[in-house]
T-cell receptor, first 114, second 115 residues
Framework: DAGITQSPRHKVTETGTPVTLRCHQT?????MYWYRQDPGHGLRLIHY???????DKGEVSDGYSVSRSKTEDFLLTLESATSSQTSVYFC?????????????FGNGTRLTVT | GENVEQHPSTLSVQEGDSAVIKCTYS??????FPWYKQELGKRPQLIID?????GEKKDQRIAVTLNKTAKHFSLHITETQPEDSAVYFC??????????????FGTGTRLKVLA
């Protein structure tokens, strides 16, 4: 298994509170991604990073921000959580510098916003 | 924008029968097409992939075919077994000069293999 750790694994929070999810990798891959998974929508890209301090938006980025201060860590922040952000969040990594590289996923974080 | 459509959303087959899942992509620049299997409560895991310069790829009971002209690709599972029951996702990606970097996923197919 790829060395990807997501924390926390489960989180319950109230509407309006800030939340930060962490993804940590030990593979030294340049690319890291945050996806959310919801029934009927599959996996939707929130943000991704292609290097330290280099990030870009995905298809559902509104309400989310990210930071990557070092290669191994990619943080996803919900500045003010809403019920629509209740979801399962997956971090993924890839290494396209070596050619075509599939995504490898972490075990996910289940977030519930009440 | 970029889009991947996946059908069917649910599929039930008898054990031993074949299952086929189809995906269509919109971006003709896409050049890499992985398939992921996700068991209940677990992370998606890569099961097979295909590049745009190949028409078909097989790995034991699973195979993937690609039709670039029609912009669609399919997953074929033969001799299905109960452990094949899961949600399957297709994805499409296009590369920068140094390789693939961004993946768009289909909405998933829930496969049930009936014993």
């Amino acid at each position: 298994d790829a060395g990807i750790t997501q924390s926390p694994r489960h989180k319950v929070t109230e509407t309006g509170t800030p939340v930060t999810l962490r993804c940590h990798q030990t593979e030294n891959h340049r690319y890291m991604y945050w996806y959310r998974q919801d029934p009927g929508h599959g996996l939707r890209l929130i943000h991704y990073s292609y290097g330290v301090k280099d990030t870009d938006k995905g298809e559902v980025s509104d309400g989310y921000s990210v930071s990557r201060s070092k290669t191994e860590d990619f943080l996803l922040t919900l500045e003010s959580a809403t019920s629509s952000q209740t979801s399962v969040y997956f971090c993924a990594i890839s290494d396209p510098d070596r050619g075509i590289s599939p995504l490898h996923f972490g075990n996910g974080t289940r977030l519930t916003v009440t | 924008g970029e889009n991947v459509e996946q059908h069917p959303s649910t599929l039930s087959v008898q054990e031993g029968d074949s299952a086929v899942i189809k995906c269509t992509y919109s971006d003709s620049a896409s050049n890499y097409f992985p398939w992921y299997k996700q068991e209940l409560g677990k992370r998606p895991q890569l099961i097979i992939d295909i590049r745009s310069n190949v028409g078909e790829k097989k790995d034991q009971r699973i195979a993937v075919t690609l039709n670039k002209t029609a912009k669609h690709f399919s997953l074929h599972i033969t001799e299905t077994q109960p452990e094949d029951s899961a949600v399957y996702f297709c994805a499409a990606s296009k590369g920068r000069s140094s390789g693939t970097y961004k993946y768009i996923f289909g909405t998933g197919t829930r496969l049930k293999v009936l014993a």
